[in-house]
T-cell receptor, first 109, second 110 residues
Framework: RKEVEQDPGPFNVPEGATVAFNCTYS??????FFWYRQDCRKEPKLLMS???SGNEDGRFTAQLNRASQYISLLIRDSKLSDSATYLC??????????FGPGTRLSVLP | DGGITQSPKYLFRKEGQNVTLSCEQN?????MYWYRQDPGQGLRLIYY???????QKGDIAEGYSVSREKKESFPLTVTSAQKNPTAFYLC?????????FGSGTRLTVV
């Protein structure tokens, strides 16, 4: 089993829709969690960190469920510019980051 | 502005040739990483370095080599032993708020 798993998609949604991605991780010692965004043929960029209490940044909400070992990302009011691949990332203290394979989102006009 | 710079952006390699990808950062980060990404795939760790003059193999180190003589620089050499080197190579450094990536080098074998 891979250490970080994501539904590869693609998720095709209309503009204005709400879409949610889930990510599961296998290592219970994981301590830090992030969502990165990667546009086609570009480098990944940090979208947001994920905190135990959940956190929100504008239209984006991230949540962590340590007991079930999953992380979620909710995007409200989808924009065309949200089309990208979303990477789930976890790491243990002192260890390197482990990237999920990514979930591809296409927001359609 | 602080950042991480990779060069070249595109690189073509002939069979049997070694090539070196450059990665430079001015973020004063200790840890640096090299990843490989194949089309439709996630990032796979090649090598990483937590501190100057020290580096460790990642999950797919075979056919690659690195050096870390300076904090700012972490070059990756793709040797002729790497049988399938065509991929997108990403360098990253680690700060307090996660990884910062360079813009990548797209390597193609011709």
């Amino acid at each position: 089993r891979k250490e970080v798993e994501q539904d590869p998609g693609p998720f095709n949604v209309p503009e204005g829709a709400t879409v949610a991605f889930n990510c599961t991780y296998s290592n219970s010692a994981s301590q830090s969690f992030f969502w990165y965004r990667q546009d086609c043929r570009k480098e990944p960029k940090l979208l947001m960190s994920v905190y135990s209490s959940g956190n929100e940044d504008g239209r984006f909400t991230a949540q962590l469920n340590r007991a079930s070992q999953y992380i979620s990302l909710l995007i409200r009011d989808s924009k065309l510019s949200d089309s990208a691949t979303y990477l789930c990332v976890v790491n243990r203290h002192g260890q390197n980051f482990v990237f999920g394979p990514g979930t591809r989102l296409s927001v359609l006009p | 502005d602080g950042g991480i710079t990779q060069s070249p952006k595109y690189l073509f390699r002939k069979e049997g040739q070694n090539v070196t990808l450059s990665c430079e950062q001015n973020l004063n980060h200790d840890a640096m990483y090299w990843y490989r990404q194949d089309p439709g795939q996630g990032l796979r760790l090649i090598y990483y370095s937590q501190i100057v003059n020290d580096f460790q193999k990642g999950d797919i180190a075979e056919g690659y080599s690195v050096s870390r003589e300076k904090k700012e620089s972490f070059p990756l050499t793709v040797t002729s032993a790497q049988k399938n080197p065509t991929a997108f190579y990403l360098c990253a450094s680690e700060g307090l708020h996660g990884y910062t990536f360079g813009s990548g080098t797209r390597l193609t074998v011709v």
